[in-house]
Nanobody
Framework: QVQLVESGGGLVQAGGSLRLPCAASLRTFSIYLMMGWFRQAPGKEREFVAA????????YYADSVKGRFTISRDNAKNTVYLQMNSLKPEDTAVYYC???????????????WGQGTQVTVSS
């Protein structure tokens, strides 16, 4: 069983930055886990934000965050990060990390999920 724990959420003004770490409890983190970040705003479906391969060599972003968000991982610490810059009010959502997908863009193909962390961007 994999446990994922997100942190780093909070309230930030538009244009500001946040970094969200997601710590995984799995020893085989690096060789097994494609990791992804999703977000869900009130009344909306959960949407793909970014994903990173086990080695970190393949990275994918949603068009809405490309150029502003950066996903990275530290396999020695079993942690994946989402650095969010130039935040906008429309980035307000609960952010989730997830692991082990069959298709990185579709949330229902991920095997493991964290509990989520709230990000609120004020205008």
């Amino acid at each position: 069983q994999v446990q994922l724990v997100e942190s780093g959420g909070g309230l930030v003004q538009a244009g500001g930055s946040l970094r969200l770490p997601c710590a995984a409890s799995l020893r085989t983190f690096s060789i097994y886990l494609m990791m992804g970040w999703f977000r869900q705003a009130p009344g909306k479906e959960r949407e793909f934000v970014a994903a990173i391969s086990g080695s970190g060599g393949n990275i994918y972003y949603a068009d809405s965050v490309k150029g502003r968000f950066t996903i990275s991982r530290d396999n020695a610490k079993n942690t994946v990060y989402l650095q969010m810059n130039s935040l906008k009010p429309e980035d307000t959502a609960v952010y989730y990390c997830a692991a082990g997908p069959r298709d990185i863009y579709f949330s229902d193909t991920y095997d493991y999920w964290g509990q989520g962390t709230q990000v609120t961007v004020s205008s």
